[in-house]
């Protein structure tokens, strides 16, 4: 039986943690994309990444309180656990994570 | 004679290193000092740390663009490159440091 995820308390998640968690390119790719789409599995928001690679980034997320993981199945379903992080460190995530690509147009790259 | 201190131009300061730099809660107790006294000598910012320590910590925070040490004489005076980061990172700096301790109330604790 595959073991219980572990997820910090809302009082554990440190600053420490939430910052090294996303001093990544590829793991804040990973919060903004679980973000955009309101969660998804493993494995869809990390593109051609290997398994081992996928697994490591998504347990430095979880364990600094990033994102929720939850078994569905066979897969694992992860969401960013936006409302505790937003309480903790108001207006962090917004300044990390580029804008959603919305509406993208040439004057926004000006 | 003292080695020249090396200070990424601010085309190479990278999301990863000044969030790496970050995710200490040393080196972010630097940088809010650095900031509220607009810059001081090494060794005022850090307290009771051995030197190796807080030669560690500086070394970081210049390395990843977070701050400029310059040489005066015998001391090594440290600031923030405030407004590159800012271009760079809008918001990034207000989102990870504690306010200024300009007012302390006990309104603002609640």
């Not at 290997?50 to 697994?55: G, V």
Request: hydrophobic share 40%.
């Amino acid at each position: 039986m595959a073991r219980p995820f572990h997820h910090p308390a809302e009082a554990d998640v440190t600053l420490d943690a939430v910052l090294h968690a996303l001093s990544d390119a590829t793991r804040r790719s990973i919060v903004a994309k679980l973000i955009e789409s309101g969660g998804m599995n493993c494995g869809q928001s990390c593109g051609d990444l290997p398994p081992s690679t996928i697994s490591h980034h998504h347990r430095i997320l979880r364990e600094s309180g990033l994102i929720l993981s939850e078994r569905r199945g066979v897969a694992v379903f992860n969401s960013v656990r936006r409302a505790l992080i937003d309480r903790r460190f108001p207006g962090l995530l917004a300044a990390i994570l580029p804008p959603p690509p919305a509406t993208p147009s040439r004057s926004s790259l000006s």
